[in-house]
């Protein structure tokens, strides 16, 4: 390691300016294009440092950090230790440290307090405190609860040394068949702004500083009106459409993010069709980036295109190509070309440092570019505290993260976010809340937990009434990594429907669905004598609210459609533009304590 006299941008007195600019000096043409490159990485057991990972196509944490001089990282996968997360972040630290420009690392994160695990998309709470998706924070309505989410969150992040969230998604879930809709916060723009405003100055504070988690905003400009509701992960999903003309709709959340200051901005995989911007996808394009982002928003801040748009790679053993929608003919380098030019700073999911040494070596590409992006991506570090201390309390940590007082709050936004559609009522009064102590028949309910509720029975003819929990359907695709992502028809299977018609013939029934989408429910709501929605519960968390032991406060985030007839018949852009929904926006009934 060289001492650090001879390194003067760790000098605490000196300006955060001066240290960037000392730093910049010394910089090489490989150093800065390291900066450019936002990696997968994974830890090694116990808190080491990882070796390559072959099937994930991942370099080892040695061969990131001192061969291809990468300084910035999305942590990949869950971890079962909070003490084993920071002891890794230490380790990973001091090999950056002892490297001859000594940056620090920055290590982010997709959502990990949730109960969903998608590679693309989020991460299984795992040590951490557990609460409701994002959805779930929508249903409640509750800016000043999603702020004090979003400062545990904090608190649990910065404890194991992990300083960017990969989120907020402020897209507006105006497609009803869109497969990303689990991390928004619904379909209304007022709604979402409120609570995408939150959620960044519970992670970041009133500025950014040494306790601020930095927050990547996405998926600019707005990746909600996805044709027939497909995703851009993939090649059938890349064009966005707006037949209602509300392209500006979109942008609202966005505006609503600037003002609370959030410090990145993710641009989305999606190429907009029938628009007045370049049918390319949204970091290849100059004129959403520059014209729109960083010219007409004035934003400055670092833009880092979403993860894998320069090269092919395989996913989980099958092969997936770059979604470099509408430059689809180009080559990794000059894709990396268009992107720059367009205004991005970083490229996520990627370690192609190479291609830009090359582009700039060919004098395709001026120097002068890589330092207007490397000064955003330095100062960020510098705001964060990283270059004074990037390294964390290991004993904190396992203190800190999933500690009695966060999970607590965690349950308790779970209970309260479920959202009571139906209460039938019969001569003997409505279905909900369950007398404690009646025979319960289960399903989808582990039968340990159902028993502190009930005398759980095994036969559907022994019951005074079934709880059933369902997940909202999908089309199954064929690979791993699309059936992560639930696309497809919204309606229930067949055999899925006389399933439940046939226990609730039988027997008084609750039944309660994972809405990560809006389900076509008309059958089920038919057939039930209750109907709930969770976005994110335990099972104790809705037998808690089932049995009025919880009072459950969620709203709709989205309307319920009556039909797929509906869905199809509606305009991805506009929002609440289902024919007659069964639910609308809103909906959702109290039981009371």
């Given at each position: 390691m060289s001492d650090d006299a001879d390194r003067p941008w760790f000098d605490a007195n000196r300006t955060p300016d001066e240290r960037l600019e000392l730093l910049l000096a010394e910089m090489s043409l490989e150093d800065k294009a390291g900066q450019l490159f936002h990696a997968m990485i994974t830890a090694g057991p116990g808190g080491t440092l990882a070796e390559e990972q072959a099937a994930f196509g991942l370099p080892s944490n040695a061969a990131a950090v001192e061969g291809l001089r990468m300084t910035h990282f999305n942590l990949f996968g869950a971890q079962d230790s909070a003490a084993d997360i920071a002891r890794w972040q230490n380790a990973l630290q001091a090999l950056a440290r002892s490297t001859r420009l000594g940056i620090p690392v920055t290590i982010s994160t997709d959502p990990r307090n949730h109960f969903s695990d998608n590679p693309g998309a989020a991460i299984l709470a795992g040590p951490f405190s557990k609460w409701p998706e994002t959805l779930g924070l929508a249903a409640l309505r509750d800016a000043a609860l999603v702020q004090r989410f979003a400062d545990i969150a904090r608190q649990e992040y910065t404890a194991v040394g992990i300083r960017v969230a990969l989120h907020p998604q402020v897209d507006l879930a105006t497609e009803p068949r869109w497969a990303r809709q689990l991390q928004t916060f619904g379909e209304d723009a007022a709604l979402t702004s409120e609570l995408g405003a939150a959620y960044i100055r519970g992670f970041q504070g009133d500025a950014l500083g040494a306790d601020s988690v930095a927050t990547m905003t996405k998926h600019f400009p707005g990746g909600g009106p996805q044709k027939d509701g497909e995703d851009p992960h993939f090649a059938y999903g890349r064009e966005q459409v707006y037949p209602g003309g509300r392209f500006d709709l979109h942008l609202l959340p966005f505006e609503a993010a600037f003002a609370a200051g959030t410090s990145q901005i993710m641009p989305y995989y999606g190429m907009p069709v029938g628009t007045e911007h370049d049918?390319?996808?949204?970091?290849?394009?100059?004129?959403?980036?520059?014209?729109?982002?960083?010219?007409?928003?004035?934003?400055?801040?670092?833009?880092?295109?979403?993860?894998?748009?320069?090269n092919d790679r395989p996913i989980m053993g099958h092969p997936y190509p770059a979604r470099a929608w509408g430059l689809e003919h180009l080559t990794p380098r000059e894709r990396a070309l268009a992107a720059l030019d367009a205004g991005v700073d970083q490229f996520g999911g990627e370690s192609s440092p190479d291609l830009i040494v090359e582009l700039v070596r060919e004098g395709l590409l001026d120097e002068a570019r890589l330092d207007v992006s490397v000064r955003r991506l330095l100062r960020e570090k510098f705001r964060l505290g990283l270059f004074d201390d990037p390294f964390v309390d290991v004993d904190a940590a396992a203190r800190i993260v999933g500690s009695e007082q966060f999970r607590a709050a965690g349950e308790a936004a779970q209970r309260a976010s479920i959202t009571v559609l139906t209460n039938r009522s019969d001569d003997a009064g409505p279905m909900l809340p369950l007398r404690r102590g009646i025979r319960l028949y289960v399903e989808g309910i582990d039968r340990e937990v159902a028993a502190a509720y009930g005398e759980v029975v095994e036969?559907?003819?022994?019951?005074?009434?079934?709880?059933?929990?369902?997940?909202?359907?999908?089309?199954?695709?064929?690979?791993p990594f699309e059936d992560h992502f639930h696309a497809g028809s919204l309606e229930f299977a067949p055999e899925v429907v006389a399933h439940v018609t046939g226990i609730a013939a039988a027997v008084p029934t609750v039944v309660d669905v994972f809405l990560d989408r809006p389900a076509i429910l008309a059958p089920l709501v038919e057939a039930a004598a209750a109907v709930t929605a969770n976005w994110g519960a335990s099972g104790a968390a809705l037998l808690d609210v089932l049995t009025g032991a919880a009072t459950a406060r969620g709203r709709l985030p989205f309307d319920i459609p009556r039909s797929t007839a509906a869905v199809e018949a509606s305009r991805p852009d506009v929002p609440f533009d289902t024919e007659d929904p069964l639910f609308r926006f809103g909906h959702g009934l109290d039981l009371g304590s």
């Open positions: 049918e390319v996808g949204f970091a290849f394009n100059k004129s959403v980036i520059t014209g729109l982002l960083r010219e007409h928003y004035g934003f400055d801040g670092i833009v880092c295109a979403d993860w894998g748009v320069l036969r559907v003819e022994d019951a005074d009434a079934a709880v059933i929990r369902l997940h909202a359907p999908y089309e199954v695709r064929g690979t």
